[in-house]
T-cell receptor, first 115, second 110 residues
Framework: DGGITQSPKYLFRKEGQNVTLSCEQNLNHDAMYWYRQDPGQGLRLIYYSQIVNDFQKGDIAEGYSVSREKKESFPLTVTSAQKNPTAFYLCASSMVGGLIAGELFFGEGSRLTVL | GENVEQHPSTLSVQEGDSAVIKCTYS??????FPWYKQELGKRPQLIIDIRSNVGEKKDQRIAVTLNKTAKHFSLHITETQPEDSAVYFCAAPTGDKIIFGKGTRLHILP
């Protein structure tokens, strides 16, 4: 069953703690993305990666970090430096990226709440 | 920076009527324009897309039109049904990023 899997679905964190959100895909896609979704704000790009061992900052990268050690995995760490981390986080992948991008396939999302 | 603007933010239409959502983009190099639908509590899913070498694409009750000169594209839904109620997002690539509009919440009224 091919697709993109995010975990956990719900996560609670205390202020000052780092937390890592998992994103795995078995679609053999090159490009992977992390978006943050807040009410009325649409989908804002945090980080993206076109190829293994390479990634770039999106529009709201401050307070986040990522790694791309394997093609199928693109974990996102929300650090204590992120001032307002409570949000819905969506991971996505596409066969290729950039101006030749095609359909994005999204995971089911991870809802992070900071207590 | 490059951006994608989407209007309206909320749209209510009577069941059976048509709905139109518009997006403008700033990067003239953008060449791929998708529309995603996100139902409540679910992930966004692609419903239709268009590449810059065509001006219109249709799939049953939904269509997308593109005006590259004016840098805008629109989603048209005809004969709306209750299951069309959702949030719709447009997107466009800029450089090697994919940027989304802020979304339109579509309400279908009985």
């Amino acid at each position: 069953d091919g697709g993109i899997t995010q975990s956990p679905k719900y996560l609670f964190r205390k202020e000052g703690q780092n937390v890592t959100l998992s994103c795995e895909q078995n679609l053999n896609h090159d490009a992977m993305y992390w978006y943050r979704q807040d009410p009325g704000q649409g989908l804002r790009l945090i980080y993206y990666s076109q190829i293994v061992n390479d990634f770039q900052k999106g529009d709201i990268a401050e307070g986040y970090s990522v790694s791309r050690e394997k093609k199928e995995s693109f974990p996102l760490t929300v650090t204590s430096a992120q001032k307002n981390p409570t949000a819905f986080y969506l991971c996505a992948s596409s066969m290729v990226g950039g101006l030749i991008a095609g359909e994005l396939f999204f995971g089911e999302g991870s809802r992070l709440t900071v207590l | 920076g490059e951006n994608v603007e989407q209007h309206p933010s909320t749209l209510s239409v009577q069941e059976g009527d048509s709905a139109v959502i518009k997006c403008t983009y700033s990067d003239s190099a953008s060449n791929y324009f998708p529309w995603y639908k996100q139902e409540l509590g679910k992930r966004p899913q692609l419903i239709i897309d268009i590449r810059s070498n065509v001006g219109e694409k249709k799939d049953q009750r939904i269509a997308v039109t593109l005006n590259k000169t004016a840098k805008h594209f629109s989603l048209h839904i005809t004969e709306t049904q209750p299951e069309d109620s959702a949030v719709y997002f447009c997107a466009a690539p800029t450089g090697d990023k994919i940027i989304f509009g802020k979304g339109t919440r579509l309400h279908i009224l009985p």
